[in-house]
């Protein structure tokens, strides 16, 4: 990676500096009263909104942030971009909490912020400090010759871009590829470019996982016009990264480079924040959120089944009860005949047609982020479900441990997992640049300090790829590095191994036509998954009604 100087905002360095921990005021704004405590939400259902100060629950003046990280608290605390934050444990990305807290009528987005700070001192005893280092930064810059950019043909008025996709085609194997992304952009400054480019590309995320800066210079606006390729979109020599796009189309450049931005290092941290006090139990009680009113109808079984679609304003689904069950309880789909036990037959039958509008106000009402009007966060909108489920099918659950059909990871010899640094924070996501062992494999994770549970975990989550839960049963301890990738669910791929399966014992075949899910695990990481019968948390249905309450 590239070092280079770049002109970095004087007035980052004063704001880092005035929110160092170990500087922090005695008489700095904290919450009136606060309740931190442990999401219940399973890592891949949450969803990453920011903090809100919501009206309309038991007072005014609310600020709640579901299901957050400490990271991103951290974020929210200092203004500051994940990849300028340092150190701390390899939990700080993975653990969720929940954050209700009271504010004063009038609260600014600065002190806010300051509040913030003051509970993670409080409550996780977090310290830090701030210095100047390398952060690897996009940086936009001009190319050799004269760019390709447009002078603005309107320059007056806001700057945007309107996004489409291109037509669909095969790709070079003869599957469908997907569409090309575009964009027509107007009255965009130099700065407007840069900052509008990661958020254009979208699948990028991977390769634009950093923010990007402009070093070009241009005075004025511009028009431009961008088109490229998803990462996943196998257009073989026709494939356009939005690197490519930016460097042919638009005559600029985006390379990555180590710039010296203000920065913070993580010197201490708690994971378990202190208790509540104990007037949250009965302050800070905020009711269920529920859909304003909710329409439930019978439709024909050979309907097309979706369990979830959202607009800014109303929840819409098409789903038999078990599958609407399984959203409400953050149940994978794959896994919901094993883990939801006593429905009747007609919950598998009986397709439901629901359109519910969220309230105006409270928890479960849209939020406005980035400028946007969005719907809540998928936790919330899922106790939402399962209060509709209560109140229209009157359904009564209770959660026991059940014998059931599982995959166990195992393993048998040498494993190809690389012990991770512990320092390192976990994650797991695409890697479009990654290589691949096998051809038709369309897509590689790249995961980062994985314990063998969070893996487990994060395969049931690969909805459609295995048709039962995962349990792990590799007796390897801590944290782990590797690259894992196989093929589309719609690609051919076998039956997973019992334990009496010859492919047990005799060597894998090669996968010219795709690599089965199954097969990936064992062929790449050296992991075996068996089928076989665990006692594993379930949910029981003790009463839910055939027909929804009048």
Same mark, same amino acid.
């Given at each position: 990676m590239k070092k280079i100087a770049i002109f970095v905002?004087?007035?980052?360095? &004063?704001?880092?500096?005035?929110?160092?921990?170990?500087?922090?005021?005695?008489?700095?704004?904290?919450?009136?009263?606060?309740?931190?405590?442990?999401?219940?939400?399973?890592?891949?259902?949450?969803?990453?909104?920011?903090?809100?100060? /919501?009206?309309?629950? $038991?007072?005014?003046?609310? *600020? $709640? *942030?579901?299901?957050?990280?400490?990271?991103?608290?951290?974020q929210a605390a200092y203004g500051v971009t994940e990849d300028m934050v340092s150190g701390g444990p390899s939990w700080l990305k993975s653990d969720l909490f929940d954050v209700v807290a009271r504010v004063p009528d009038g609260t600014t987005p600065a002190n806010l912020k300051l509040m913030l700070q003051s509970l993670l001192a409080d409550r996780f005893a977090l310290v830090v400090q701030t210095e100047s280092r390398p952060t690897p930064r996009y940086v936009l810059g001009l190319g050799k010759g004269k760019p390709k950019l447009r002078p603005a043909a309107e320059p007056v008025g806001d700057p945007g871009c309107k996004q489409e996709r291109g037509p669909i085609a095969a790709g070079p194997d003869g599957q469908i590829a997907t569409p090309n992304l575009k964009a027509s952009c107007h009255n965009m400054t130099s700065k407007d470019i840069a900052d509008t480019l990661k958020q254009l590309a979208g699948g990028y995320t991977t390769y634009l996982d950093h923010d990007v800066i402009d070093s070009t210079n241009l005075a004025g606006a511009w028009d431009f016009d961008l088109e490229w390729s998803p990462p996943i979109s196998q257009k073989g020599p026709d494939h356009v990264t939005i690197f490519d796009a930016v460097s042919k189309q638009l005559g600029l450049t985006l390379e990555l480079h180590d710039v010296p931005l203000p920065g913070m290092v993580i010197k201490s941290v @708690?994971? !378990?924040?202190?208790?509540?006090?104990?007037?949250?139990? !009965?302050?800070?009680?905020?009711?269920?959120?529920?859909?304003?009113?909710?329409?439930?109808?019978?439709?024909d079984p050979s309907q097309r089944v979706f369990t979830g679609a959202n607009t800014a304003s109303q929840f819409k689904a098409v789903a038999p009860l078990r599958l609407l069950i399984a959203a409400a309880y953050q149940i994978q789909p794959n896994a919901a005949t094993d883990? $939801?036990?006593?429905? &009747?037959?007609?919950?598998?039958?009986?397709?439901?047609?629901? !359109?519910?509008? *969220?309230?105006?106000?409270?928890?479960?009402?849209?939020?406005?982020?980035?400028?946007?009007?969005?719907?809540?966060?998928?936790?919330?909108?899922?106790?939402? $479900?399962?209060?509709?489920?209560?109140?229209?099918?009157?359904?009564?659950?209770?959660?026991?441990? /059940?014998?059931?059909?599982?995959?166990?990871?195992?393993?048998?010899?040498?494993?190809?997992?690389?012990?991770?640094?512990?320092?390192? /924070?976990?994650?797991?996501?695409?890697?479009?640049?990654?290589?691949?062992?096998?051809? @038709?494999?369309?897509?590689?994770?790249?995961?980062?300090?994985?314990?063998?549970?969070?893996?487990? /975990?994060?395969?049931?989550?690969?909805?459609?790829?295995?048709?039962?839960?995962?349990? @792990?049963?590799?007796?390897?301890?801590?944290?782990w590095d590797f690259l894992l990738g196989f093929s589309n669910p719609s690609q051919p791929r076998a039956a997973a191994p019992s334990p009496a399966s010859p492919n047990q014992q005799g060597a894998l075949p090669d996968a010219p036509e795709g690599l089965s899910s199954y097969d990936a695990v064992q062929k790449e990481l050296g992991i075996k998954m068996v089928k076989t019968k665990r006692s594993v948390p379930v949910i029981v249905v003790d009463h839910v009604d055939e027909k929804p309450v009048e």
């Amino acid at each position: 990676m590239k070092k280079i100087a770049i002109f970095v905002p004087l007035a980052l360095l &004063p704001v880092l500096a005035q929110q160092t921990t170990q500087q922090r005021s005695a008489q700095q704004p904290k919450f009136e009263l606060a309740d931190v405590h442990a999401s219940p939400t399973a890592f891949w259902f949450a969803q990453n909104t920011g903090g809100q100060i /919501r009206p309309g629950l $038991i007072v005014d003046g609310l *600020y $709640i *942030y579901r299901d957050a990280t400490l990271l991103s608290l951290i974020q929210a605390a200092y203004g500051v971009t994940e990849d300028m934050v340092s150190g701390g444990p390899s939990w700080l990305k993975s653990d969720l909490f929940d954050v209700v807290a009271r504010v004063p009528d009038g609260t600014t987005p600065a002190n806010l912020k300051l509040m913030l700070q003051s509970l993670l001192a409080d409550r996780f005893a977090l310290v830090v400090q701030t210095e100047s280092r390398p952060t690897p930064r996009y940086v936009l810059g001009l190319g050799k010759g004269k760019p390709k950019l447009r002078p603005a043909a309107e320059p007056v008025g806001d700057p945007g871009c309107k996004q489409e996709r291109g037509p669909i085609a095969a790709g070079p194997d003869g599957q469908i590829a997907t569409p090309n992304l575009k964009a027509s952009c107007h009255n965009m400054t130099s700065k407007d470019i840069a900052d509008t480019l990661k958020q254009l590309a979208g699948g990028y995320t991977t390769y634009l996982d950093h923010d990007v800066i402009d070093s070009t210079n241009l005075a004025g606006a511009w028009d431009f016009d961008l088109e490229w390729s998803p990462p996943i979109s196998q257009k073989g020599p026709d494939h356009v990264t939005i690197f490519d796009a930016v460097s042919k189309q638009l005559g600029l450049t985006l390379e990555l480079h180590d710039v010296p931005l203000p920065g913070m290092v993580i010197k201490s941290v @708690n994971r !378990t924040p202190t208790p509540n006090a104990p007037e949250v139990a !009965t302050a800070l009680v905020v009711p269920p959120p529920r859909f304003e009113v909710a329409i439930v109808k019978p439709m024909d079984p050979s309907q097309r089944v979706f369990t979830g679609a959202n607009t800014a304003s109303q929840f819409k689904a098409v789903a038999p009860l078990r599958l609407l069950i399984a959203a409400a309880y953050q149940i994978q789909p794959n896994a919901a005949t094993d883990k $939801i036990i006593g429905l &009747p037959k007609f919950a598998d039958t009986q397709i439901w047609d629901i !359109t519910a509008k *969220y309230p105006s106000t409270g928890e479960g009402a849209p939020i406005v982020t980035g400028g946007r009007t969005v719907p809540p966060t998928e936790s919330v909108l899922l106790k939402m $479900i399962q209060g509709l489920l209560a109140d229209e099918f009157e359904l009564k659950t209770h959660t026991e441990n /059940r014998e059931i059909t599982v995959y166990a990871l195992t393993v048998d010899g040498k494993h190809k997992l690389t012990r991770a640094d512990p320092s390192e /924070r976990s994650d797991c996501r695409p890697d479009p640049g990654a290589p691949r062992p096998f051809p @038709n494999i369309r897509a590689m994770a790249n995961c980062k300090n994985i314990t063998m549970d969070e893996f487990a /975990r994060n395969l049931e989550q690969a909805t459609g790829f295995f048709d039962h839960p995962i349990v @792990n049963e590799t007796g390897l301890e801590g944290g782990w590095d590797f690259l894992l990738g196989f093929s589309n669910p719609s690609q051919p791929r076998a039956a997973a191994p019992s334990p009496a399966s010859p492919n047990q014992q005799g060597a894998l075949p090669d996968a010219p036509e795709g690599l089965s899910s199954y097969d990936a695990v064992q062929k790449e990481l050296g992991i075996k998954m068996v089928k076989t019968k665990r006692s594993v948390p379930v949910i029981v249905v003790d009463h839910v009604d055939e027909k929804p309450v009048e």
